[in-house]
């Protein structure tokens, strides 16, 4: 009987042995993975707000185990993936690994994957009609013995963590990783808000008596304009936006750590991205910073106090550096708030995804019939729809933006992406030509002829009908996915104005509809802001601007402002007489309209001079920004982003050109007309009148070189300057002194060739000599004074139609110059008065009446003598001019 239970006893312990042994080996039960029984990885999110972390099943089964998986719902074709890697191609030819559909919402679930084959180097969630990655996975190749084949393991996909808790039901996130041992902890925060919002959180000051902003250690995070991610540390000493202070005043408000007087950053970015309206951002901090003064120690291991705000951003600007919070708003729990956080406790309290109301966020354009939209192809980016090639479709400068047409409005594409990308209009998402992939598509416009490059473009002409779908995609032929999608709706702005143009940069459309009295305008930002300004003038200053912004209350609004300085005390609100005022936000575009007078009917008031005339090129500028108020502006208040230069806008014809820069072949006209009229030509009429004192005829020799000089150079200059404008317009100021110049100068040689004989010795002048006299000197010097006041009207319009910096230095250079030939000129009067102070003054002035030989000609190229029965060339005689006797 003992023998019996010891064997029954052994038997027991074998199979306690092998079923121990079948438990602990399970991964090995499964043929088809050699991944061990510890494997784990996340989900890479891509889109649709993927989450997950990935392991084999705990009971050695062949299936995968996934834990705290999240997922907007995705179309009814979308699946889990098996594929040999992320690019397009190898996802198109990849098979479905679960049958499982994925068009409803996962929230926080677990899922059990079976599988029967090896498994392949890449799990994904993958919509063939779309050929959508939205997330995926990487698993170490499992039959590779190179280790150059092996896939390398992936690197920590940074959107997962420990814990999640809400701060904000629906809306705002905190999820936090403590690593003790380090000493840091890595927190996320996820916000369904715009991207010119910030996300705050931190710690509040563990002395106060209870919870407040004031004293807190905050991290802002947010987005730049770029689209890259931040994440700075920020102290809050007082309730206001940051005021970096001057002479003798101090840093107050929600300030950056680093404009602190010892004060430093202490947060480090880890990542950042936007997915479907959702910002994420990742930072990593010290528990203990050692910086007392501005940061908060935190004890991981006991419950203190936090708090957390969102709201919109100011960008930097000329006077800051940095991206600064604006007053959050709202109510508390929804925009700001207080909790207590124990970071050593798990918490995992967020249930499915975030879902943002408005999942578009890329760059949106808005086409109409007027401004050709520019189609070039750039490196991807931040394409909306991965995978993408290499290489994708730009819009106007922005990455495969949404574009936005009118039924029944023409739009002009300028296609200069190269002559590999032929722009079509298509009904199928993927492009590339459906009819490879085996698909029917409609082609709506473009095909194999609509390519180019910038020098020479070519243009596509779309007319979208009452038969064109909702939605359809710009793709390219040759490439699928290079390009996005179409929304067409009914007709907007380009059916009620008349004319519109793209002002400077490609950021905001001007539309405008003249009428008899009056004109009615409209104008829309191409990207997101606080608010939207048009100036009528070449810059910011001393113009009259127009504001449209929604307030912090949601009403809309648009004032009219005049700008005599750069800071908030140069604004001054007006009262313009407008009327049929509109202004809209939507998703962050500003649209405002408006119709004034082109004349208003009032005297007295600085908004009376706003005069608008339509058949006057009327110069537009344009500023974004982050807030605007309607009461007392401040600082806060400017522009973060600005046109560069103005557009000069013609309302009549209904086009623009930009305000160049001071073209070269101009800058060289001015030039030669300075040499000619500032020195050559004055120069001249000085040689004859200072330097008869020298022997022979030198004198006449430099007045006749001189004068000659300075006409054929100033000829010169009127044929660069005719070259350049593409024509001789007799219009402005400064053309039509020039022409007086010109006329009177060309009429000296004119009047030097038919010069009559100066008298002999003794013999009193003829009447033709005397009348000659007088016209040589009188046109001379006439023309001297108009090319001088040509130079000066010429400096006047350099600065109206170029609005150069530089111009009130060149004219101030100008005057010094002509100041200081005056000053020679009274100088040499005053020594030649002393020298021959016999003379009358009325004879002193005459030029050429005294030492002149006409016997030389030096405008015949031999030099002939002209009076060879001359006496005497030494004898010196005055020629004084009197009024003719009858």
Same mark, same amino acid.
């Given at each position: 009987m003992a023998t019996a239970g010891a064997l029954g006893l052994a038997l027991l312990l074998v199979v306690v042995v092998v079923v121990?042994?079948?438990? !602990?080996?399970? %991964?090995?039960?499964?043929?088809?993975?050699?991944? #061990?029984?510890?494997?784990?990885?996340?989900?890479?999110?891509? *889109?649709? *707000?993927?989450?997950?972390?990935?392991?084999?099943?705990?009971?050695? !089964?062949?299936?995968?185990?996934?834990?705290?998986?999240?997922?907007?719902?995705?179309?009814? #074709?979308?699946?889990?993936?098996?594929?040999?890697?992320?690019?397009? !191609?190898?996802?198109?030819?990849?098979?479905?690994? !679960?049958?499982l559909p994925l068009n409803t919402t996962f929230r926080n679930e677990t899922l059990s994957l079976p599988f029967s084959r090896t498994l392949p180097p890449l799990l994904a969630l993958f919509d063939p009609d779309t050929s959508s990655d939205l997330g995926h996975v990487f698993f170490p190749v499992s039959n590779a013995t190179d280790s150059a084949l092996a896939t390398p393991s992936p690197a920590p996909v940074p959107t997962m963590f420990d814990n999640c808790l809400p701060l904000a039901e629906n809306k705002y996130r905190l999820r936090w990783t403590l690593n003790a041992s380090a000493g840091t902890v890595e927190i996320g925060l996820e916000a369904a808000v715009g991207s010119e919002y910030y996300m705050a959180f931190g710690w509040a000051d563990p002395k106060a008596n209870s919870p407040a902003m004031i004293h807190a250690d905050v991290v802002v995070t947010g987005f730049t304009e770029e689209g890259m991610p931040f994440a700075d540390d920020y102290y809050i000493s007082d309730y206001t936006e940051c005021t970096l202070g001057t002479d003798g005043s101090p840093v107050s408000g929600v300030c950056p750590d680093n404009v602190y007087d010892e004060g430093r950053n202490d947060s480090r970015l880890v990542y950042g991205h936007r997915r479907d309206g959702v910002s994420f951002v990742r930072y990593l901090r010290k528990l203990d910073t050692e910086d007392a003064k501005y940061d908060v120690p935190v004890i991981a291991t006991e419950e203190m106090a936090v708090v957390w705000a969102i709201g919109k951003m100011r960008p930097p600007d000329s006077l800051r550096s940095h991206y600064l919070p604006q007053n959050h708003g709202g109510p508390r729990d929804t925009t700001f708030g207080f909790a207590r956080v124990n970071l050593s406790e798990l918490v995992d309290s967020c249930r499915g995804p975030l879902d943002a109301d408005n999942k578009e966020d890329q760059e949106r354009i808005i086409a109409d019939a007027k401004t050709p939209l520019v189609v070039t192809s750039a490196p991807a980016a931040r394409y909306p729809n991965p995978p993408s090639p290499d290489k994708v479709i730009y819009i106007n400068k922005k990455e495969a933006p949404l574009l936005k047409v009118e039924r029944g409005v023409p739009v002009k594409l300028s296609v200069q992406a190269g002559h590999d990308v032929s722009l079509y209009i298509t009904s199928d998402p993927i492009g590339g030509n459906a009819t490879l992939r085996n698909k029917t598509e409609v082609i709506y416009a473009g095909g194999p002829d609509a390519h180019g490059v910038q020098a020479t473009p070519t243009e596509l002409v779309w007319l979208p009908d009452r038969n064109t779908p909702d939605l359809v995609y710009y793709q390219s032929l040759y490439e699928p996915k290079m390009g996005w999608k179409i929304q067409v709706v009914d007709g907007g702005l380009s059916d009620m104005y008349n004319s519109s143009v793209l002002l400077d940069d490609q950021q905001v459309t001007l539309f405008w509809t003249l009428s008899h009295d009056s004109i009615s305008v409209a104008a829309r930002g191409e990207k997101k802001s606080g608010y939207l300004a048009i100036g009528f003038g070449s810059g910011m200053l001393n113009s009259y601007a127009y504001v449209g912004w929604v307030d912090n209350d949601g009403v809309a609004r648009v004032?009219?402002?005049?700008?005599?300085?750069?800071?908030?005390?140069?604004?001054?609100?007006?009262?313009?007489?407008?009327?049929?005022?509109?202004?809209?936000?939507?998703?962050?575009?500003?649209?405002?309209?408006?119709?004034?007078?082109?004349?208003?009917?009032?005297?007295?008031?600085?908004?009376?001079?706003?005069?608008?005339?339509?058949?006057?090129?009327?110069?537009?500028?344009?500023?974004?920004?982050?807030?605007? #108020?309607?009461?007392?502006?401040?600082?806060?208040?400017?522009?973060?982003?600005?046109?560069?230069?103005?557009?000069?806008?013609?309302?009549?014809?209904? %086009?623009?050109?930009?305000? *160049?820069?001071?073209?070269?072949?101009?800058?060289?006209?001015?030039?030669?007309?300075?040499?000619?009229?500032?020195?050559?030509?004055?120069?001249?009429?000085?040689a004859a009148r200072y330097l008869k004192s020298l022997k022979g005829d030198g004198w006449y020799q430099i007045h006749v070189y001189l004068q000659y000089s300075g006409i054929a150079i100033m000829l010169l200059g009127v044929l660069f300057a005719a070259a350049e404008l593409r024509g001789f317009y007799v219009s402005s100021v400064h053309v039509k002194f020039g022409v007086v110049a010109l006329l009177l100068g060309g009429l000296q040689p004119l009047n030097a060739y038919f010069r009559p004989k100066r008298p002999s010795n003794g013999e009193a002048s003829s009447r033709n000599r005397v009348l000659w006299e007088y016209l040589h000197v009188i046109t001379g010097r006439s023309a001297i004074i108009v090319g001088i006041v040509a130079l000066f009207t010429g400096m006047k319009h350099l600065g109206h139609r170029y609005d150069s910096e530089n111009v009130e230095e060149l004219t101030w250079a100008l005057m010094l110059w002509v100041l200081s030939a005056i000053v020679i000129v009274l100088y040499l009067e005053y020594k030649e008065t002393k020298r021959s102070g016999d003379r009358s003054f009325r004879g002193h002035w005459v030029l050429g009446n005294t030492e002149e030989d006409d016997s030389v000609d030096l405008l015949h190229p031999d030099n002939t003598t002209r009076n060879s029965d001359h006496p005497s060339r030494s004898g010196v005689m005055e020629v004084q001019l009197e009024p003719l006797a009858r």
């Open positions: 121990g042994a079948l438990v !602990s080996g399970g %991964s090995a039960a499964c043929p088809h993975t050699n991944l #061990s029984a510890d494997f784990s990885a996340d989900f890479t999110m891509l *889109q649709h *707000q993927l989450r997950g972390t990935v392991r084999l099943a705990p009971d050695g !089964s062949c299936a995968l185990h996934v834990s705290r998986f999240d997922l907007l719902a995705a179309s009814p #074709s979308a699946r889990f993936w098996a594929a040999q890697g992320t690019s397009l !191609s190898d996802l198109s030819a990849g098979r479905p690994f !679960s049958p004032k009219t402002y005049w700008i005599d300085g750069k800071s908030a005390m140069g604004i001054h609100s007006t009262s313009e007489n407008l009327t049929y005022i509109r202004c809209k936000s939507e998703n962050g575009i500003i649209t405002f309209e408006f119709t004034r007078p082109l004349k208003p009917s009032c005297s007295g008031r600085v908004e009376c001079n706003n005069i608008i005339d339509p058949t006057t090129p009327l110069k537009v500028v344009w500023a974004m920004g982050a807030s605007w #108020s309607g009461n007392s502006l401040t600082d806060n208040n400017m522009h973060s982003v600005t046109s560069s230069r103005s557009i000069r806008v013609h309302l009549l014809r209904g %086009s623009a050109e930009a305000e *160049q820069d001071l073209r070269p072949v101009l800058a060289v006209h001015g030039f030669m007309m300075f040499v000619a009229w500032g020195i050559l030509l004055p120069g001249g009429i000085m």
